[in-house]
């Protein structure tokens, strides 16, 4: 079974700072994707970056970025010039890609991120 | 462009009621699904739907009942309302399974 961690419960940076946060995930299989998505106090969950891993180069959307090491299953997110609107928990995300029966999207437990002032 | 909406945004039902939660997109995606959100358990599928009369079990089906007779429509039924079902109910849409899936806003769910 899949499983994903985010190690990282709470984390807070300054306006205008980069911040990373942490995402390991466990699987057998070879294809897959990986997500970032944010949940800001509105509840709805937001798509940040999705990253085929198939794919050798880092998938980057403005000021977000990931570090994707295939090897190490590990799926980082970075986030550049952080801005008060960023403040939002971030779940990190892995789906299986085909030949599976549930194709569901498997969510770590979150990291809350705060950006200050 | 409404994308996804889900009704009611809150609720508040006693046990052993009847709830439905509604869920309605405007893409035609073809895959649907429900999550709820829990606290320390991220989310959780509860139910998806890869196109209008096929549905399969997620994680947690137990207690809650799908229908999918329109591609835009999947509401999401509680049968018998407990407290453990209190919980926020997402609904989501794809293009196609491997897509990146878009959330509703999420519905607040009290049973008391």
């Known amino acids: 079974a899949q499983t994903v961690t985010q190690s990282q419960p709470e984390m807070s940076v300054q306006e205008a700072e980069t911040v990373t946060l942490s995402c390991t995930y466990d699987?057998?299989?070879?294809?897959?994707?990986l997500f970032w998505y944010k949940q800001p106090p509105s509840r709805q969950m937001i798509l940040v970056i999705r990253?085929?891993?198939?794919?050798?180069q880092n998938a980057t959307e403005n000021r977000f970025s990931v570090n994707f090491q295939k090897a190490a299953k590990s799926f980082s997110l970075k986030i550049s010039d952080s801005q008060l609107g960023d403040t939002a928990m971030y779940f990190c995300a892995f789906m299986k890609w085909v030949g599976s029966n549930t194709d569901k999207l498997i969510f770590g437990t979150g990291t809350r991120l705060q950006v200050f002032p | 462009d409404a994308g996804i909406t889900q009704s009611p945004r809150y609720k508040i039902t006693e046990t052993g009621r009847q709830v439905t939660l509604m869920c309605h997109q405007t893409?035609?995606?073809?895959?649907m699904f429900w999550y709820r959100q829990d606290l320390g358990h991220g989310l959780r599928l509860i139910y998806y739907?890869?196109?209008?009369?096929?549905?399969d079990k997620g994680e947690v089906p137990d207690g809650y009942v799908v229908s999918r007779s329109k591609t835009e429509n999947f509401p999401l039924t509680l049968e018998s309302a407990t407290r453990s079902q209190t919980s926020v109910y997402f609904c989501?849409?794809?293009?196609?399974?491997?897509?990146?899936?878009?959330f509703g806003p999420g519905t607040r769910l009290l049973v008391l």
């Open positions: 893409w035609s995606h073809s895959y």
């Open positions: 990253q085929e891993a198939y794919k050798q």
């Open positions: 739907s890869a196109a209008a009369d096929i549905t």
């Open positions: 989501a849409s794809s293009a196609r399974r491997e897509e990146t899936q878009y």
């Open positions: 699987t057998s299989e070879n294809n897959y994707y």
